[in-house]
């Protein structure tokens, strides 16, 4: 599997995934994508990374255990819920900000945030299943 | 009369025991055993608090208290105070306080006596809520409380073995009633709509109107019976008598296996006077009657005697309050009185004869009357009560029970009057043996020195015992107060009861008694060829309930055991099969049964590139199944998933096209490397039976759900639900992609149910390859130890 022109290329394939899935990630509220999708997309780009390089460069580049990535996105995921707890409403109540930024609009939200803990706990916990079953050909 | 509302104390004082539960190790940690004292203070208490309910009680008012438990299911925390409940609370309390008391002497320098006490306030309290229980459901909670608490109180010396089986016995037996109880239970509130006991025994027909009556008095009686020890469930009570013997005196004579008699007479105005209650009853307490007294003459230890007498009493106690006549449940009343009272006493002299002398074996006793004087007069004066001998308690209650039973009862006062005089008769036999045999003749060498205990341990059995001579004392007094209002709760109508110590005139029950005192000293002075008769009997017999229950709980285990190694295998491919054999036959049987398989829809006309994915579809899947080796038929099946999600794509669900075609790859991706770590061969060697096998249950797991798409389809479409979310999706929660709309907003808390899934999946998966990577050097050489070991036991 690992040829020279795969290993080269992996690199770059694997961020430009990455990017996409962020990309996904963030446009699913109004257009198809989400942090599911997301998720699954960097999931597969860290598999293929690993594929690539090994098993080794990967958990180097994403310097957090993907476990740890997994739970980091559970908790904020809990935590964008809590939010509506301060206006007095029910748990997971969806509660908007319009931010200006150079003159756009940038609505910003507890669903965003928590689409972001989606995104995180898919790509941990499907990442570190991946990872984990490629170590062994590493070693 | 309707209840009156009243205060909370009387709920304070059902949990008070819980309270004094959970301070009782600390008190016995500073005090030991004298911690006994202040701990007798909290049922003191409690039974002064229900004194105060005696006087109006007697006037026939009663009294309820409710808490909210859980009120969108009507459960409540309620209490109803009416005769039958002050009697059975004041029994509860007073012969509590002494039983805290006599345990803090009788378990004296024990390590454990702080948990004794706790567990012995954790029943008191269950008992309290039960007797006391006016929600159903709260009742039952505190019935099967005290189930819980017993196994707690049997089992306290769990070091041994018999002391283990008895309490898995108890709660077996009794907990398996208490399910019935509860069947019974949902029952009467599905049935009549109420939940409050004082509701329902405000229209004492409303049970017996619903046609739902037989299965309710089953399913009661289930409760009743193996509660109270009935026959055939009579086996656990003498094998409870591994517990401390403060806890038998306490649980198996006066208070637990109560609970099913006082189920019985608090259901009696409800359940009672129909004709399967007044058969049933009296025969089943009549055979516990007759089998108890019979088993307990044959026994020699103090304690099982006394055991198996109780469970005789109980048969007497629930053979006459089958008669739903009045004047043998006004003798019922007077008995499960003088029993609570003699009962108690017994088994602490029992106790205390074990404690001093060191044995309860009646062969090897003789002679302590010197030694222990005190012990002697309670025992004395208990005895003669449970013998029915004027001027006690015990004799007012026979001579009422054979008035209530002889010639007031058409058909069954023959019998059944036949059956109280042979087992009074017997019961006499018992009590002399029990209190004269230890007492009295040349003194025989125990054990122990024997001498009189401590005013902790006779305390009890004298002021009961008293008691018991007291309330015949004041007849008149005893049955206005305590047996006339019970007597009101169990015939559902005010009643007054007049009671006299002697007998006004010679009549039907003085003479039965006359026949049966004679009768029980005859049967005395030939116990001992009495006992090797029974002991022959029952050899000839052999089997009994007690190994059937033996054989019960071994037959479980092996057929639990069998059934796991079949179903359990530790083959995956097993499990796989099974799971999906049963979700064919899911999908696939219903249809079948009701002959209602969907109509097959025309075929669409397909566009040429609609049909060229079909294409691909159906060539992965032949690819998967003519595939040489694995790696290949799991990429063609990843061909097919990607068909699949073209397909998606084309009818309009971009999101889940997407999400298929990753999951597709991912799927792909991981599936090989499990496959090169698991090390399997790299194609198939399956033989082609088990292959077809597969295959089938496959094809019918597929021909299933595709049968089940089709009859969905072909059902109107409901739009209410994509109605609202395409209405709303856009103005409250500001998205126009709908469904990462009801994932992150209106379905949020599920899908943060389902990221948590995800985690934990993820965290196992990760232990597993963990397992298997690292192979522990230690576990290994463990697990070779223990091949060892093995191979040496099989030697």
Redesign the interface.
Known sequence: MRTIIFRTIAPYLSALMVLFSIF?LLR??????????GG??A??AL?IFG?ACGVASVRRAIVFHP?GI??F??FI??LA?IVSFFKGQP??T?Q?WYVKLFGVEI?L?T??I??I??YL??V???G???L??????AD | MTPAMIDDTTLYAVLAPFAAAAVAPFLTRWFKHNAAWPLAIVPALIFLHFTGFVEPVSQGESFVASKAWAPSYGVNFSVYVDGLSTLFALLISGIGTFIILYAGGYLKGHPQQGRFFSFLFMFMGAMLGLVLGNNLISLFIFWELTSVTSFLLIGFDHLRAASRRAALQALVVTGGGGLALLAGFILIIAATGEIEMSVLLGSPDIIKDTGLYLPIFLLVLGGAFTKSAQFPFHFWLPNAMEAPTPVSAYLHSATMVKAGVYMLMRMQPLLGGTPEWTTVLPIFGGLTLLVGTILAVRQTDLKLMLAYTTVASLGLLVMLTGTSHEKALEGAVLYLLAHSLFKGALFMVAGTIDHEAGTRDITKLGGLRSAMPITFAAACLAALSMAGLPPFIGFIAKEVLYYGTSGWLEFWGGPITVTAVVGNALMLVIAAAVAIKPFLGPKVGTPKHAHEGPVLLFAGPVVLSVLGLGLALIAHTTGELFVGPTLSSLMGEPKSVELHLWPTKINAPLILSLVTIGLGIVLFTQIDRLRAIIASVLEVIGWGPDKGFDQFVAGTVSLSSRVTRVLQNGKMQTYMVLIFLFTGLAVLLPGYLTNSFPAMPKMPEYRFYEWGILLIAVLGLIAVLVAKTRLTAIVSLGIQGFAVALIFMMFGA??LS??QF??E??SV??LA??M??LNLSPSDHRPLSAALATGLVAAAVGLGLSLTLLAITQQPFDSRLSDFFTEFSRSI?????I???I???FR??D??GE??V??L???C??AL??VR?KPDKTAEASEQDALKAQQAEAR
């Open positions: 996904v699913g509220h109004n257009d198809p994508g989400g942090g599911f999708i699954l997309i999931a597969s598999a594929v476990m997994a739970g996105g559970l995921g809990a819920g748990f997971m969806s908007w609505p939200s669903p965003l928590f689409d803990g989606v706990v898919v941990g916990a499907i570190s299943i991946a984990a079953l490629e170590e062994r050909e | 971009p999101d997407f999400t990753m999951v790859t991912l991706v991981i490397l499990v090169t770590r929660a500001h998205g126009r992609n469904v990462n709309v994932l992150v907003d949020g808390i899908t943060l990221i948590t995800v985690v999946a993820g965290l998966v990760l390859i963990r990577t």
